[in-house]
């Protein structure tokens, strides 16, 4: 690490944002503290206040390249899938595996709130969007006649449940309901959710 006063104003962001990463995944978002951060890159916390606004903003920003990386990864899972319905079990399985490899850095999406009054950032909700729109696409390419307003909810929704049955993993609550793995458990919900929505889709233009 180079000496204070030594990195451009985007360099110091840089080092600061991957230092709050690297303190995430080893501890968690509880882990994170502003000294913590400053301690690893030799600059001071009024320092890092003249590249961020507050820890949170820090926290923002740092789950954003979280959310950046997931939808990569989401992305790619997409590519060459020779259905829609396997790319959807595709985008499910790389989230789920996404969760259980970075864990704490996952969490930290979810758990991080921002004071009372503040909002998150249009960036950040853009970034959300985008990862709702891979499963939007393909629901639409298995549905093509249904309307952009069930397709969207629906995306929300199985997503959800994805999100929840990870959650519930994590908390071994699948394990006291019947030793299910998360796997298993989400290929059901796909299963059952994908069949009804083409069914339903189906019915409705009989």
Not at 116 to 130: A, I, L, Y
Not at 158 to 175: M, N, P, T, Y
Request: with cysteine.
């Amino acid at each position: 690490m180079g000496r204070r006063n030594t990195h451009t104003r985007e360099e110091l962001r840089e080092i600061a944002l991957q230092a709050a990463e690297d303190l995430v995944k080893a501890h968690g978002l509880t882990g994170l503290s502003a000294r913590k951060v400053v301690n690893r890159i030799g600059y001071t916390v009024g320092s890092l206040y003249m590249v961020f606004n507050s820890i949170d903003d820090l926290i923002v920003q740092m789950n954003e390249r979280t959310l950046d990386q997931l939808y990569e990864m989401l992305a790619a899972s997409v590519a060459g899938q020779l259905s829609a319905a396997t790319a959807i079990r595709a985008l499910a399985q790389t989230y789920i595996t996404f969760a259980l490899t970075q864990t704490h850095r996952w969490l930290a999406v979810y758990q991080h709130r921002l004071p009372k009054g503040q909002t998150v950032p249009d960036s950040f909700t853009e970034k959300v969007t985008r990862m709702f729109e891979l499963v939007q696409q393909q629901l639409t390419l298995l549905c093509p006649r249904r309307q952009p307003e069930e397709v969207a909810l629906a995306a929300r929704a199985l997503w959800s449940g994805v999100h929840g049955i990870c959650i519930l993993g994590f908390d071994q609550k699948l394990e006291i309901a019947g030793g299910r793995s998360i796997q298993e458990v989400t290929g059901s919900l796909l299963d059952n959710y994908l069949a009804g929505f083409t069914y339903l889709a189906i019915r409705s233009n009989q």
